[in-house]
Structures are given as C-alpha cells and as structure tokens.
C-alpha cells in the first residue's frame, strides 16, 4: 500500500453499526487518510464521532459532499447508494457501495478480495461488496473450487441479528429479557422491519430474513445464489440456500454440502488445502472438540472453517461448517479490504 | 382403544425432562390406566408426582419392579435401558424404550407410527423410539416418500437445548442471565455433559450434539442417519446431517433438502400432500410471512411444515422446513403413541 499518500475518505452511513465498524476497521488498519468526511441521513447529522484522537462532526449526505473525495464507503440502505453513489462517482470518487443496490448490476464488479480481485481492474466507479453471507461462504468455497472444481453449493444459514442493524441487537436484548423476567414484550424489528408482521427471535428461529420473491425464496436466499455464481464466475454452479434468524447478536454461521469436480478427494485433502487459505482459519479437530462457533469469532476478520467431512454416499459431497464477524468480514472489512485493494492495483486517482 | 381395560404402566425417568412429559401425555391422552408406578434412579427415588389427582411416591427401579407391568415406558438414559427393559420383558411387560439402547438393533423395531406402524407386529418386547431430530423428519417425508419416492435427504438441525434434559434448560437460562447483567458463568452442561470441554450456548451456535464418531459426524448426526433408513425400510437411501445447537428452550427446527423419485412434480404438489399428512401441520404462506417456528409449536404434538420450494437447479429437489416439540413429538408423544398402537394392535397382553 502507498503509505506516502492519503486519500480523502467518505464514509456513508457513519452512524449505523456497519458504519461505526468501518471507522474502526479504518483506524486498526491504519487505512491512510489524508482527509475523513463522516456523512448520514438527516435524522444523523450533527452527531459527534471520534476518530484516531480526533472528534468528526456527521454532515447530512448530499450530492456535493462528495466534492474532492477519492473513496467513498457507502453503508446506509440501497435507497441512499441509489441515491448518491451516481453523483459521488461523477465527482471522481470510486464508491464502495455495501448495499445491495448495484450487486448483480452488470457493470458493477462484486468483489471479495481472496477470490476476485481482479474484477475490480474492470470497474466503472462503482465496486459492491457483497452480502455478508455470501462473502464468508465464497472465502471458505474458493479455494476448493479453484483446486477441484465446484458444481453443487446447498447451505442452511445460522445468522446474527446485527445484519439487521443496531436495532436488531436492541431488541433481541430487550425480549431476552422481557422473556426471562416473564414481561410482555411486543415484536418490532425482526424479521423485515419493513414488512407486515414482526416475530420473536429470544429463544427462536426465524425462517424469513429479507422479504420473499415471487418463487418462494427469500431475497437474502437469492442474493446467496446469485451472489456467488457471479463472484466466482461460475454462471452453471448449482446454489440454493435456505436462510434463518438465530439469537445471536454477532457472527454468522453456515451448515454448507458442497459437490466437486474431482474424484478420489479426501476430508483431509480438503483441510490441507485450507489450512492456508487466504483468510480462513481452519479449526477442526473434533477429536479435542474444536470447531468454529459465532460467539469465538467476534471482532476477528477471518473466515472460520470445521467439521470438514466426508459424504457417506456421494464420492465427490463434502459437509462444511463457516463461521465469521458479519459486520467485519461479512461487511466492514470487506470494504475496507476492497479499497485497499483498489490502492495497491493503483486505480484510486 | 380399549377403552373398558385398563393397563398397569411404569414410567422409567420419571422425574425426568421426557419422563414428565410422557405422565403429563399420559393424562391428556386419558391412557387407559389400571394401575401407574413411577420409577427413577436411587437419587430421585422418593419425590412425589402427582397424576390425574393422586399423588404418587416414585421408587427406585430395579428387576422386580416390573412385576405385573404391561406397558413400560423407558427415558432414564441408555444404560438404564440395556439393563432394565430386559427385565421388564421377562416380567411379560412391553417395553417402549426412549433411548437409544436398542435403536439400531436388528430385532427391536423403531416406530413412528404415522410411518411404520406395521413393525410394531414383529416385536419382541421392545419397541425403541427414535431420535427427537429423526422423528420429525420422517413424519414429514413420509407421505412424499409413499407417494413420489425419495432418493436422497440432507438436513441441517437447529436443536433445542431440552433435547439434552432440564439441565441444559437450566444451564440456558442461568447463562443467558449473566451475559445480560455482564457476569462470568462456567458452562458445564453443553454440548455433551460427559464430554471433555463445554462451551456457551447462550447466544450462540454450537455444531455438536452427542460425541463425535471415528468418521467425523456426531452420534446425533449418525443416529438421523442410520434410523431414518430403518424407519422407511429404506436401507439404499442417501441420507446426511448437520446437527446444531441454538439457544432455544423447546422446539427443534430442520432446514431439509431432499431429492424424489418422480419429475414433474410442483411445490404446490408438497403442499397439497401435506395439508391432509397424518400428524402434520402445514403453516406455509410466504405471502402471509405464515411459516413453523420453535416459539409457536412448543406443547403441540404435531410436526409444522412450511417453506415448500422447488429447487432451481435440480427437477427433483425440493426445500422444506420442518418444526416440532422435542419434548412431545419427538419423545413423549410418539412414546405413548406408540403404547395406544400396541393396544389398538391387540398386542398388550
């Protein structure tokens, strides 16, 4: 990375829990910033942030704040990248946008850096980050499908309450304890803040997270199959996956049957092969009961693999278990990761 | 039912999670009762229980207890089980066993009894009740397996910590207490009491449940496998499993993908199967955000199903969702269950 220069950074959506993760992912990384311009929606403005020692006022993000930006970090809902991505990239800014709205946008690369960072050589100001359970999953997968090809992705989803935002975490907290305390409590976020009836996540398990497309799949399902065939590059790759809420504030986790292009493979092959793989750590050792779990992957950037076996029918199925920080790998970091990334390929300025 | 007779039952665990649940089933059901003897280990021998009104003294089971006994319901754990229903069978008792002591043994029959109710006509004292994760499943494939043929089952669980007795339940609680109010705690119980190391369940996911086997899957994940074939008679089945631990107190829930035997076949078709399945409740109406959750069928006997999709890639894949009371359906009930199959069979004395 070009420590000599800095660069004027944006970040949007300053006040949510992505965004607050972003700030503290640019600080860890000491990502070098010439100049630090924190933007929300109104209701947000004039909120006090610190950062490296330094106390940022949030400004209500307009199209001329992106006058002079040279990345920007968007993180406040599809409507705001919609919105103002288009007018910070006639601005000269190169956008990184962790919403939904430009992913399956054919000019828009969709990119994790450990499997397709070369995508980001054909962009056209945009860059979309993908979402958080996909990234961890493609992380996990890549290394695989490079090796011994990938025809076959089925995964049931555990997730974290936090990919709906700090709400989500406030009110999973509040019901825990309305629950134990045996108060009432009335449901509000969770599943879809947006859609029509709201359910219990304390001690429960929420099929539904996004709203469902006319086939029967959740959006968050859809974006999971769409996600990694264009990430990978494997337009034919069978994908299906079934999403669920569970109680867990942060860390998402995924039961994944994979099916490759190659006979004759071992669990141990496999295990080899991601022992030192970019950004994952294997934990697998069920013999001393060691496995992945989302309460030890808090605040980590890698993707972590186990119970990595064998299918007992099918010679080329394998069973995988994928946990990761969906608010660091599965969103923070990512972008973050993709901006360094586009500095070292030397496409900022 | 007979119900002019009446027949003397033991209960074995009964002061148990499971053994509670099958006194309380007991008198729900009005199970026709001539006589009741409770028994438990030597630790709980001693505690009073009371049923339909009388108050009963558990007492400490051993060989004799059985004197006279008709139906004895085992759930005091496998070894209370090899030791004790051998007896009890010798004292011309039918044992229904809860555990998984005679499971996979190749003269005691498994039963559900909305699958396989005929194996109970071969038995020889001992009727074994299956796995909690495998009952609900079985119930729900049935009725597509009979009607299309089934090639190949994957699931993934999100199991409920009663599954490993009110001590887990406790253990939930207690945890979930002190990360609330930012106190330690020490687990002790989960995943596997008498495993080596235990973890946080509270907030959390947990990929094991019962010990590991020499291959890599659990003995939770094996026995799904291994006793959904047995159920269905059904020995060339591809079947796998990934089996998980989430902080739910009741209710287990399964992400399954299967494969049929027959093209053409439309979600609508699963539904319209299901709707009228014995034992099944199909909540299924995306629109509605109608789907089974853990919360909602706890104290049911029934198994929900919903979340009925076609896959996208596979002519014969479909996705489901299956919900049920682990306590009930997947122990109890289908434990009393199987005693009122065994009367209706004429097979009691």
Sequence with gaps: MTQEKGFHVAVVGATGAVGQQIIQTLENRKFPISQLTLLSSARSAGNKVEVNGTEYTVQEATPESFKGVDIALFSAGGGVSKALAPAA??????????????????????????????????HNGIIANPNCSTIQMVVALEPIRKKYGLDKVLVSTYQAVSGSGAVAIEELTEQTKAIINNEPFEPAVLPVRSDKKHYQIAFNAIPQIDVFTEN???????????ETKKIMHEPELS??????????????AESVYIEIGTEGVTAADLKELLK????VVLQDDPANQVYPMPADCVGSNDV?????RK?????????????SDNLL??????SVQIAESLIKLGLVK
Tied chains: 1, 2.
Excluded: Q
Excluded at 276 to 279: Q, S
Excluded at 311 to 323: A, N, R, S, T, Y
Excluded at 329 to 334: F, I, R, V
């Design 89 to 122: 990239v006639e601005h000269g800014a190169i956008v990184v946008d962790n919403t939904s709205a430009f992913r399956m946008d054919e000019n828009t690369p969709l990119v994790v850096p450990e499997v397709n960072e070369d995508d980001l050589l054909k």
């Design 216 to 226: 029967g799949f959740t959006y968050e399902e859809m974006k999971m199959i769409n």
């Design 239 to 252: 994908v299906a996956a079934t999403c669920v809420r569970i109680p867990v504030a942060v860390g998402h």
């Design 276 to 279: 030192d793989a970019p950004g």
């Design 304 to 308: 972590f693999v186990g119970r990595i």
């Design 311 to 323: 299918d007992l029918d099918v010679e080329k199925g394998f069973h995988l278990w994928i946990v």
């Design 329 to 334: 790998k599965g969103a923070a970091w990512n």
